[in-house]
């Protein structure tokens, strides 16, 4: 593995950030799924001091042979040759290798990670959350062995007949509202008069008066007004 020296900044940020989101019970749960499924017991660097953090874990699928050997054991042949050298670009390949036999599997593209993300250990919770994804996928494929992760749903795809989708097509959906309920019972139509009842007529009379008596007020000194002016305000109030 290449040294890039220390982060700073936002690479810092992000490296710290993808640091965080590492598990290592889960790890070390999805670790001993893979001793199950491989029969292979995994040893950290340190087997006196066992798995303290994500680079003992890191170590173990590093060279990418116990994960060739996991995915032959889900899904036979899915890997025709392991590399055991410890070139890096040999367990590079291996690595590469896993993550197509996973794929073909039936392993989504979200599911898996990128090999700097392990080789180099950029993401190396995206590891952890692969082997889930896996076991879930393993377990929905009928694998009867050691299980991990939850159960990938089966696809429950309905079928339509044409009449029922071209029926479809004449239903207005809801995000462009709804005119359920909706009259213009009471609405004066656009350019038209308003038609004011009989009965209506005094309290609207009254209450215009009212309304012009206060503007009069505001506006006018009563103590000047003389003549006309004073009787039409007089008779208004």
Partial sequence: ?????????????????????????????????????????????????????????????????????????????????????????????????????????????????????????RNLYTVIDCLFALGGLAQKKGYDGPSIGVKVADENKRMFSAEVLAESNRVIGLQYGSNKGATQAGMTAYGMTRQIKPEQSFDLIFFESLHLCAIFCLYFDRSSMTGPVKTAFLLII
Wanted: proline share 5%; glycine share 4%.
């Fill in 1 to 121: 593995m290449a040294y890039h020296g220390p982060s700073y900044g936002l690479s810092r940020e992000c490296q710290l950030k993808a640091q965080s989101k590492f598990d290592l019970n889960r790890a070390l749960e999805a670790i001993r799924w893979v001793e199950q499924v491989t029969e292979h017991k995994l040893e950290p660097p340190k087997p006196e001091e066992g798995f303290k953090d994500q680079l003992d874990v890191a170590a173990v699928f590093k060279d990418g042979i116990t994960l060739c050997t996991l995915i032959n054991r889900l899904h036979p042949a899915a890997v025709k040759k392991i590399n055991t050298t410890k070139a890096p670009f040999k367990q590079r390949e291996n690595l590469e290798m896993f993550l197509r036999g996973c794929e073909n599997y039936g392993l989504k593209s979200q599911d898996l990670f990128q090999v700097n993300d392990l080789y180099e250990h």
